[in-house]
C-alpha cells in the first residue's frame, strides 16, 4: 500500500525537482575568449592630429545648448548647463580645410567654481582608412588651462578595443562665434587587420 506524503512535502520535492532543472540550464552570460577568435593580430599605437571647428552662434550653429539651471545664467562658467553639439573635425585650422570626421555628443558645465565641463563624445571619422570608424572619449575639460587631457574610453572600426587619451589645446576664438581647438590623440588598438 502506496503512503501519502503530507502537504508540505509534495511542495519541497516540487521545488526540488524546478531547482534541479533550472540548474541543468546554463545561468553563464559571459565566456573568455582568445584573441585570436575575433582575428586580433596585433596591438598598434596611433598618432591623429586634427582641429576641432565649434560654431557656437550664429546661422549655421552646431553646439546648441538644450538645457540650463538657473545659476546658469547668473555666471560666467555655466553651471548646470547642458549642451549637445555635431562640430566638424578637419584637418587643419582654415574654415575650410578638409573635414576628416565630426565630434558628436554633449557637454555639461559640472564645477560651480571653475570653467570646467564633462564630456561625452564620440569622433566619427569620415575620411581614409579611419573612414566609419569611431573614438569615443569621457571625461573633465577645465577649460581654463592651456592644454587638457581626456581619456579615450572606447572606438569601433580601425579602433576597436581603444584605450588612451587626447589632449586638447584652444587654438583661437573667432569673434565669439567659432571656437578652434587643435586636437592630439594618442590611442592603442586592434582595429580591422584587413585596414591596415
Do not use: C
Amino acid at each position: 500500500m502506496a503512503q501519502i506524503l503530507p502537504k508540505h512535502m509534495y511542495i519541497i520535492l516540487t521545488i526540488f525537482a524546478f531547482s534541479l532543472f533550472i540548474e541543468g540550464e546554463s545561468t553563464e552570460f559571459a565566456t573568455s575568449l582568445p584573441p585570436k577568435s575575433l582575428h586580433l593580430k596585433h596591438e598598434k599605437l596611433t598618432h591623429l592630429h586634427f582641429y576641432w571647428h565649434e560654431i557656437i552662434t550664429g546661422a549655421n550653429q552646431t553646439k546648441v545648448t538644450v538645457a540650463q539651471a538657473p545659476p546658469s545664467n547668473t555666471t560666467k562658467i555655466f553651471f548646470g548647463a547642458i549642451s549637445v553639439l555635431d562640430d566638424a573635425l578637419r584637418v587643419g585650422h582654415g574654415e575650410n580645410s578638409t573635414i576628416v570626421g565630426r565630434a558628436q555628443g554633449m557637454y555639461a558645465a559640472s564645477d560651480d567654481t571653475t570653467y570646467s565641463i564633462l564630456m561625452a563624445l564620440t569622433f566619427k571619422f569620415t575620411e581614409g582608412i579611419y573612414n566609419g570608424s569611431t573614438l569615443s572619449i569621457l571625461g573633465r575639460n577645465q577649460i581654463s588651462l592651456p592644454v587638457r587631457e581626456v581619456p579615450i574610453v572606447g572606438g569601433t572600426g580601425v579602433f576597436r578595443f581603444a584605450r588612451g587619451y587626447t589632449n586638447i589645446k584652444t587654438y583661437k576664438f573667432i569673434s565669439e562665434v567659432i571656437a578652434i581647438m587643435e586636437m592630439n590623440l594618442y590611442v592603442y588598438h586592434y582595429g580591422d587587420s584587413e585596414k591596415y
